[in-house]
Each structure stands twice: as C-alpha cells, then as structure tokens.
T-cell receptor, first 114, second 109 residues
Framework: GAVVSQHPSRVICKSGTSVKIECRSL??????MFWYRQFPKQSLMLMAT?????????EQGVEKDKFLINHASLTLSTLTVTSAHPEDSSFYIC??????????FGPGTRLTVT | QKEVEQNSGPLSVPEGAIASLNCTYS??????FFWYRQYSGKSPELIMS????GDKEDGRFTAQLNKASQYVSLLIRDSQPSDSATYLC?????????FGTGTRLQVTL
C-alpha cells in the first residue's frame, strides 16, 4: 500500500503557541489529503479536506482560522494549530488517497498543550 | 441515527477461532466500504476494501457486503493475538469517508 508520513510524531507545546504538522505522501502523488482528529476512545473525526493548490474545505464546527491548512504540492500538506489551548490536545492524523481512491493514513501526531 | 454503526465491544474470541465484526450504514448511495485496523496509540491501517455485493477474501480476512441490507462485515479466520485491535468500518467516496466508532477485538490465548 501507499506510504504516508507525518512529522513530528509527538509534540508538547505551551498554551498560546502555534504548532505545525507536516504530512507527506512518500511514493505517490496525492491530489487530496485529509486531516483528522481523534480523542481518546473516540472515532476519527474529519477536520478538513485539503486539495493541492486550492483552499481547504473544513467540516462544520472546525475553525479555519485556528487550523490552518496548506497543500503546496502533490506530496505535502501542512496543518498549523494556531494559539493552541489544552483542549486542542489530541491525536492528529492525516491521510491521502492514491489512484485507486483508497485512503492511507500517516502515523499520526500526538499533540499535548500544557 | 449514526451514519456508520458498530458495536464497540470488546469482542473476545479465543486464538484460532473466527472473529466476526459487523457494521451497518445509513447512506444508501455509499459505494465504497473499507475496514481499517487500529492498534492502541497508532493510526488506522487499511486492511480491506470492498465495492460490490458479496464476499471478498484476502488471506485470513473476508469482507462481506450486502447493500440491500446496508450491512458490511469482516471475518478474521484463525484469529491471532496480534489481531487484537480496534477495527474501524468506513464508507464513502474518494472525497470523504465516514467512520464508525470501531469494535475492539480481543484474541485470547
């Protein structure tokens, strides 16, 4: 299957700071990438859909000014959590679709805001 | 009504037995169905995809789809302790997937 990487895998930051998470498709070009958030013992919740070269589409209830998404190339999308607060602490996972339109997930980034 | 429903479990099966995981969905226009395995603290891993009615087999895994009943299942034969994980059912299109809350499977020795 296709390989998706994320960096960093784990980050701890202070309240009020911003954190950038990178998502890369390593062996394929991904026109569309997705960003999910998962709280403990809950399912994946789609935050936004990121298309290369265009603005991201955010799900209802997700603040686009707080979660900045940039999809600058066919292999890279970034999520920036701005002015992070403790309630933003979560497991952030990106995914990308390959030519078969199957979604492959990155390893995830565990964000802890203190 | 949730769009994708799964029993949260835990589903406990002895090693070597067949584990049967079930999922129902509400959107009749769904065309693509996926099963993901998620180990604790890790991201989901795609294990099966199925697009048409019937069975699809891949190794020890068999996915079954019944669009009339809006039902999709995953059978794991010869269950191993390493199969212990949460299994997520999802449906949708290339532009959006909806996930169930997952069924936790425990394979006991």
């Amino acid at each position: 299957g296709a390989v998706v990487s994320q960096h960093p895998s784990r980050v701890i930051c202070k309240s009020g700071t911003s954190v950038k998470i990178e998502c890369r498709s390593l062996d394929f070009q991904a026109t569309t990438m997705f960003w999910y958030r998962q709280f403990p013992k809950q399912s994946l919740m789609l935050m936004a859909t990121s298309n290369e070269g265009s603005k991201a589409t955010y799900e209802q209830g997700v603040e686009k000014d707080k979660f900045l998404i940039n999809h600058a190339s066919l292999t890279l999308s970034t999520l920036t959590v701005t002015s992070a607060h403790p309630e933003d602490s979560s497991f952030y996972i990106c995914s990308a679709t390959d030519r078969a339109n199957e979604q492959y997930f990155g390893p995830g980034t565990r964000l802890t805001v203190t | 009504q949730k769009e994708v429903e799964q029993n949260s479990g835990p589903l406990s099966v002895p090693e070597g037995a067949i584990a049967s995981l079930n999922c129902t969905y509400s959107d009749r226009v769904s065309q693509s169905f996926f099963w993901y395995r998620q180990y604790s603290g890790k991201s989901p891993e795609l294990i099966m995809s199925i697009y048409s009615n019937g069975d699809k087999e891949d190794g020890r895994f068999t996915a079954q789809l019944n669009k009339a009943s809006q039902y999709v299942s995953l059978l794991i034969r010869d269950s191993q302790p390493s199969d212990s994980a949460t299994y997520l059912c999802s449906t949708g299109t290339a532009s959006k997937l909806t996930f169930g809350t997952g069924t936790r499977l425990q394979v006991t020795l």
